[in-house]
């Protein structure tokens, strides 16, 4: 157990919606990190947060956002849904804001049908 | 944009087998980081290596950063069907705070 929860685990939704993904943080972790993995394209960063501020952005698509609140737990907010949107989500977090060691999360199955 | 190329994609073993996977960049980085992943899991960090050149062993697995910080390599002495998983190289510069991680390489170990 990596300490950083996801939820929800397995997600299924119409192409057009929007959904909302959730990530705890390991306790003391200011950084929250949010990446994508399809099978054809490796695991991509999306964007980092460090305490509630934006860090880094990645190739995170206009139809996507992201947060993180006061109490650190950061959210993924996907729209428009397309069929490509399909993949795991995974969220990570580490100390500081610097990568010395990322712990992911188990990750969000979203499936646009 | 940064890249690290992984070879190879796929790789498939029987037990008692010795391995190599590659991880190469034209980017120099700060440092490196070798994670596996299993179905249904997130990636698992191994080892983080930091000076060029350095070699890191973790048990049956060794680790080598390249002198120009650009490349690394994982090998595996002997491989059991637990070291099944996917391989991910990551590699962190030190201006930015993200990971890069590399296209991954995919290993199945048989009995």
């Known amino acids: 157990d990596s300490g950083v929860t996801q939820t929800p685990k397995h997600l299924i939704t119409a192409t057009g919606q929007r959904v909302t993904l959730r990530c705890s943080p390991r306790?003391?972790?200011?950084?929250v990190y949010w990446y994508q993995q399809s099978l054809d394209q490796g695991l991509q960063f999306l964007i980092q947060?460090?305490?509630?501020?934006?860090?880094a952005k990645g190739n995170i698509l206009e139809r996507f956002s992201a947060q993180q609140f006061p109490d650190l737990h950061s959210e993924l907010n996907l729209s428009s849904l397309e069929l490509g949107d399909s993949a795991l989500y995974f969220c990570?977090?580490?100390?500081?804001?610097?990568?010395?060691?990322?712990?992911f999360g188990q990750g969000t199955r979203l499936t646009v049908v | 944009t940064q890249l690290l190329e992984q070879s190879p994609q796929f790789l498939s073993i029987q037990e008692g087998e010795n391995l190599t996977v590659y991880c190469n960049s034209s980017?120099?980085?700060?440092?490196l980081q070798w994670y596996r992943q299993e179905p249904g899991e997130g990636p698992v960090l191994l080892v983080t290596?930091?000076?060029?050149?350095e070699v890191k062993k973790l048990k049956r697995l060794t680790f080598q950063f390249g002198d120009a910080r650009k490349d690394s390599s994982l090998h595996i002495t002997a491989a059991q069907t637990g070291d099944t998983g996917l391989y991910l190289c990551a590699g962190l510069t030190g201006t930015a705070s993200k990971l890069t991680f590399g296209t991954g390489t995919r290993l199945q170990v048989t009995l």
């Open positions: 980017s120099v980085f700060s440092s």
């Open positions: 290596v930091v000076t060029g050149g």
């Open positions: 306790s003391g972790d200011l950084s």
């Open positions: 947060y460090y305490n509630g501020e934006e860090r």
């Open positions: 990570a977090s580490s100390v500081e804001g610097r990568d010395t060691e990322a712990f």
